[in-house]
């Protein structure tokens, strides 16, 4: 799964029942062109509990103890 990135000008359009299927198909090849980047964050984003800044802080990765697949 991953989510779509709909253009703050496609709102309508995408939110509209009455859409022709050939509009949606446009949005969402709009939104399959968005980049992505991606980080490792610590174990707190684990728990809707917590709700602070601390949740988007890089992981800091434990070498020892760490076991490899292969």
């Known amino acids: 799964r991953m ?8 709102f ?3 939110l509209d029942n009455a859409s022709q299927p050939k509009v949606a198909m446009r949005v969402i090849a ?3 062109e968005t ?3 991606s980080r490792s ?4 984003v684990n728990s ?10 890089p992981a800091r990765h434990a ?3 760490q076991g490899r697949l292969f």
């Open 3 to 10: 989510p779509l990135i709909v253009a703050r000008q496609d």
């Open 12 to 14: 309508d359009a995408w």
């Open 30 to 32: 709009a939104g399959a």
């Open 35 to 37: 980049s992505w980047t």
């Open 41 to 44: 964050v610590g174990p707190l």
């Open 48 to 57: 809707v509990r917590n709700d602070s800044p601390e949740c988007i802080l």
């Open 63 to 65: 070498t020892e103890g």
